[in-house]
């Protein structure tokens, strides 16, 4: 006879507590409006007012596989756990604030803004408010919500693989004010995915392995899509019959962009292809027989990612900073300075990294060259930039402005090849080395 099993009491579940959790959540709103410098603001509403900045919450869903026959559930189930902790750690940059605030604390400002437009609050209670929660000028309701679609497009970015899956994302908004015991808007997120292509190419008689790049495309129902490109904007470098060409990469690029931009965390590689290839048909542009797409951090331009047309697909082959010969800047730069390919090697300034201790003041005469050529280098601070950077010693600057400033001298350097022309390496060599999981532990 089978043992009598004890009976498990079942505990049910806690009812939702609208007043509590109203409570909660004006106490975190007062602790973002005191990162703000609005301390002890919310004591001036009603208690309607403070239901209706309550109500106009957002409450973001886990995303919804859009695509299980590319991602299973569990990968989606546990990339909704990374994107929950993403929003609540990372910052959002304002220069105006005492205080930094994350993503989803500016979210939280940009519900607040909704009391200011509730039709059951007279006008003039309205102007009144306006002085009493009055925001920065930079704190505008777009500013406020534009760190959470970075950071959507960012995530997705960042989780895809050129040899694996691209993720992309859709939004939707559900208004549920009409709740009684919960009135909030529901923000529903679907990840969308497609399978990586691959193909071979001959490039200087070699076959090469290149991938397909797609991007995040939220407007379309999809959530993502392949990124191309007309071929009129290409006239100058193709003659063929195809309307739209396909973007590819190829992996001698991919290497380039870790190295030159200096990432510590090669993943953000494809953050950087996402920013330069969002808009190639607005901001690329044929130069020296290449198709341009420029590389910008903090809107200066760093670099370009440079490709060429070939079997009809647009090839992005490699990465080169502004500094680099073959770009306009870098031509420009030459002409001024007289530095060879080999001396923008040497002294170390075919790297992002070199750049960090460039410094106006000490080095007066590479950053008065270097403006002259239309190169910003010198504008960036490391801790405004959303990268992780290698970091380099100045000393090669100093050395470099006493090289110029003596003369070129005749140095025997092996020049990098630009464009993986005379690479010896076998095809399999070449090869895309397997990539980490689209999940991190």
């Not at 007062?30 to 301390?39: Q, R, S, T």
């Not at 704190?139 to 040899?163: E, M, R």
């Not at 070699?206 to 991007?215: D, F, P, S």
């Not at 190829?250 to 953000?268: F, G, K, M, V, Y």
Request: net charge neutral.
């Amino acid at each position: 006879m089978s043992k009598k099993r004890n009976s498990v009491k079942k505990t049910a579940p806690k009812k939702y507590n609208t007043q509590q959790a109203l409570t909660i959540y004006l106490e975190k709103l007062d602790g973002v409006l005191n990162k703000i410098g609005l301390e002890n603001t919310l004591d001036g509403l009603t208690s309607f007012e403070k239901l209706v900045v309550f109500a106009k919450r957002f409450n973001i869903t886990d995303f919804k596989n859009l695509n299980p026959n590319v991602l299973t559930s569990k990968t989606v189930k546990e990339l909704s756990k990374v994107y929950k902790k993403t929003i609540h750690s990372v910052f959002a940059s304002y220069k105006t604030l005492k205080e930094p605030i994350t993503t989803f604390e500016a979210m939280m400002l940009f519900s607040f803004d909704s009391i200011l437009k509730c039709p059951d609050i007279t006008k003039e209670r309205i102007e009144e408010l306006k002085t009493i929660f009055e925001f920065t000028s930079e704190l505008t309701p777009k500013a406020l919500f534009n760190p959470f679609i970075n950071s959507l497009y960012i995530f997705t970015t960042y989780y895809s693989c050129f040899n694996k899956v691209h993720l992309g994302y859709t939004m939707t908004f559900t208004s549920k004010l009409n709740n009684p015991r919960n009135p909030h808007i529901d923000i529903t997120l679907g990840l969308s995915s497609l399978k990586a292509q691959s193909t071979k190419v001959v490039i200087d008689n070699i076959y090469r392995t290149v991938h397909r790049i797609a991007q995040p495309r939220p407007s379309i129902n999809e959530g993502i899509r392949w990124t191309s490109i007309p071929s009129c904007y290409l006239e100058k470098i193709y003659s063929g019959k195809k309307q739209v060409l396909d973007l590819y990469i190829q992996q001698h690029a991919i290497n380039r962009i870790i190295e030159r931009i200096s990432l510590t965390d090669e993943r953000d590689y494809r953050i950087v292809l996402f920013f330069a290839t969002s808009d190639i048909d607005v901001n690329g542009f044929v130069y020296n027989n290449n198709f341009l797409m420029p590389v910008s951090i903090n809107n200066i331009k760093v670099g370009y990612l440079v490709s060429s047309v070939i079997n009809d697909k647009l090839i992005i082959k490699t990465c080169l900073l502004v500094t680099h010969r073959n770009t306009p800047e870098g031509d420009k730069l030459a002409e001024i300075s007289g530095l060879s390919w080999g001396d923008i090697s040497f002294w170390q300034i075919d790297k992002l990294s070199s750049m960090f201790s460039l410094d106006r003041n000490k080095h007066k005469l590479i950053t008065d060259i270097f403006a002259q050529a239309g190169i910003e280098l010198d504008k960036l601070k490391e801790e405004d930039l959303m990268y992780h950077f290698k970091r380099t010693s100045s000393t090669s600057l100093m050395s470099l402005s006493k090289y110029i400033t003596k003369g070129q001298e005749n140095i025997e350097i092996i020049n990098d090849d630009v464009f993986a022309e005379n690479d010896s390496l076998s095809d399999s060599q070449n090869e895309v080395q397997e990539e980490e999981e689209v999940l991190t532990d």
